[in-house]
Every structure is written in structure tokens, then in C-alpha cells.
């Protein structure tokens, strides 16, 4: 009933710059928060940034100041601006909505299929 969709991950060289999208859509009737969380190979899920809707950005602490989450709620979309790119920034990352449906108005955690970006020379 609810898709989240990430785009613009990629190759980018260490000191370069991405901006990931992910737009939801479905039977939606509210989205409470959006968010980004990232997975390094060998490593666990960690907390990138979140939005709620009516509160206060929130970052982990090793992207602070280099990452900047935004949110369009006209289009359901949010946004993950990443600047001075570190090969540690290396993961898949994830979208993360907490939605609440239209057809039941129950709550709904979804999560999109991931985007890859790799921090290289």
C-alpha cells in the first residue's frame, strides 16, 4: 500500500557530493517522519538523520555538519544532502517512513530498497 523509492546514490570521490531522494507514495494519509539510515558492509544499521513532521532535525554525530535531511511534503519527499564525502560514508542507504495509512489510519513503519554509494578514489 506504501512505497518508498531512493535514488541518487552513486560513485563519488572522497571531498565530493551526493544528493539522495526518496519519495513515498501509496494510501497515504499522513507521514509522521522521514528518515535516512545506512548500512556499511560488515557493519550493523545505524541512524543517518531523521525529520519529523512538527520537530527538530537530528543527526548522527558523524555526519553532523557535513549532512543536511530536508523534506518537500507536497511531493512525500525527503532528501539527504551529503557534502565531504568520506570513504567511511561507504553504505547502502535507506529510507525510512513512519506512515500513517489512509484506508485504516493504522501505523506503518516502511522502509525503501536502498541505494548504494561508494566513496572512493
Known amino acids: 500500500q506504501v512505497q518508498l523509492v531512493e535514488s541518487g546514490g552513486g560513485l563519488v570521490q572522497p571531498g565530493g557530493s551526493l544528493r539522495l531522494s526518496c519519495a513515498a507514495s501509496g494510501t497515504i494519509f499522513a507521514i509522521n517522519a522521514m528518515g535516512w539510515y545506512r548500512q556499511a558492509p560488515g557493519k550493523e544499521r545505524e541512524l543517518v538523520a531523521t525529520?519529523?513532521?512538527?520537530?527538530?532535525?537530528n543527526y548522527a554525530d558523524s555526519v553532523k555538519g557535513r549532512f543536511t535531511i530536508s523534506r518537500d511534503n507536497a511531493k512525500n519527499t525527503v532528501y539527504l544532502q551529503m557534502n565531504s564525502l568520506k570513504p567511511e560514508d561507504t553504505a547502502v542507504y535507506y529510507c525510512n517512513a513512519r506512515v500513517v495509512l489512509s484506508t485504516s489510519y493504522r501505523s506503518l513503519e516502511v522502509w525503501g530498497q536502498g541505494t548504494l554509494v561508494t566513496v572512493s578514489s
Open positions: 525529520f519529523p513532521s512538527g520537530g527538530s532535525t
